[in-house]
């Protein structure tokens, strides 16, 4: 695909619509292609005249000939194919930047392209999807008036992090408490620093009451704080130092609810009824990677660039972690661990040893055990946590 070169000199607007040219709307084009009027083009292609002028300015749809006197754009036949290509992707909302990266490329890189927008599209969709919810969950119970109490419920919980066998300070923090659970995984300079101030500006939210009902922004407002306490800790690039910041994963309980909020490549899990699922999405370029197509779950397990964030705290950076409110069932049990965990053990034996008969504090020591036994080639800290009935 891509447009025909213009040639001549161009007005930046100036073409009347529905101008008739001749039979059919078509033009004459110095005898070797046939051209059409941008009225006739239009009608074909079923992008308006103001559309064309405006993909022209834009330099994604370049008529083949512009009338060096009128200012009158002329389009080829020949563009028609392209021309309904932009039409649909509009149609789809891909913006107007990224169809005009798609103008030079043929047919499976263009295929490519628009796989990967519309992974990230996907991907924004679910985030908002979550937000979405949460706010429903939040206003529908903020009137419901409490006739069936649900019996209390409670967490018991562990945590417990380990430099492990080859670094030679910890950078990561876990901590567990009656209403916080998190585990945050600190890189470059200051990042230990960084991990901690992330953990420590989160447990302010265990002092004093926190209403459900006001749980959205009282983590909004902690994760600006957080963020504030990571950026001055961490180092910053400008300093001269390499990029320097956390990830972040904690869940706080309320009472009856917990509220998960994550960013970068520590994790989540679930164990429910005999499953073991991952509640949180990897923020990591080879999971995009993954997510666009591009590479395969193989690929990316053995990528050399498989540690890199597209999302962290740091300084300068503006990214902003998920936020979701997790429905919980007594007999859950969740998992929350740094990537020390994840990249060095297997996954079916993260889940035998979370799916054991072991409590929490038992739970976590094993699973720093299997990560020292793989090697332990990077800080591990976990943190697991059991619904349970009963009053806090
Ligand atoms: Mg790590």
């Not at 051209?35 to 239009?42: N, Q």
């Not at 392209?82 to 490329?105: K, N, S």
């Not at 994550?262 to 993954?290: E, K, N, P, W």
């Amino acid at each position: 695909m891509g447009g025909a070169g213009g040639s001549g000199s161009r007005r930046g607007s100036g073409d009347r619509t529905g101008k008739p040219a001749g039979a059919g709307g078509r033009a004459g084009g110095g005898g070797e292609t046939e051209l059409l009027t941008i009225g006739a083009f239009a009608r074909a292609s079923r992008l308006s005249p103001k559309a064309l002028r405006l993909y022209d300015e834009l330099g994604l749809l370049t008529p083949a000939r512009v009338d060096p006197v009128t200012g009158y754009r002329h389009y080829a036949l020949g563009q028609l194919e392209h021309a309904r290509l932009v039409a649909w992707l509009r149609r789809l909302g891909m913006p107007l930047a990224r169809i005009r990266e798609l103008g030079g490329l043929d047919g499976p890189a263009a295929a490519r392209e628009i796989r990967a927008w519309w992974a990230g599209v996907e991907n924004d969709v679910a985030t908002r999807r979550d937000m979405a919810a949460f706010l429903i969950d939040h206003l529908s119970r903020k009137d419901a008036t409490m006739t069936h109490p649900e019996r209390p419920q409670a967490i018991r919980y562990a945590a417990l992090t380990d430099p492990g066998l080859v670094r030679e300070s910890n950078q990561d923090a876990a901590y567990a408490g009656s209403r916080l659970l998190a585990v945050a995984d600190g890189f470059g300079e200051g990042g230990g620093q960084a991990s901690a101030a992330a953990v420590d500006t989160l447990k302010e939210l265990e002092e004093g009451d926190l209403p459900a009902g006001d749980l959205l922004n009282a983590l909004d407002e902690a994760v600006t704080r957080t963020k504030q306490a990571v950026g001055d800790a961490a180092a910053s690039p400008a300093d001269g130092g390499e990029e320097a910041g956390t990830t972040l994963t904690a869940m706080l309980w309320t009472g009856s609810q917990l509220a998960l909020v994550h960013i970068g490549d520590s994790r989540a899990y679930l164990l429910r009824d005999g499953g073991f699922f991952q509640i949180t999405h990897d923020h990591t370029l080879v999971r995009s990677m993954v997510d666009e197509g591009r590479i395969t779950e193989e690929e990316a397990a053995a990528h050399p660039q498989r540690a890199l964030l597209a999302r962290a705290l740091t300084r300068g950076r503006e990214d902003r972690p998920d936020v979701r409110l997790q429905n919980v069932r007594t007999g859950d049990r969740y998992l929350l661990c740094s990537d020390g965990l994840t990249s060095a053990v297997p996954e079916e034996q993260v889940r035998d040893a979370v799916a054991g008969t072991g409590g929490p504090q038992e739970t976590v020591a094993e699973l720093v055990a299997l990560a020292r036994r793989s090697g332990a080639p990077d800080n591990v800290s976990c943190v697991v946590a059991d619904v349970v009935e009963g009053a806090l």
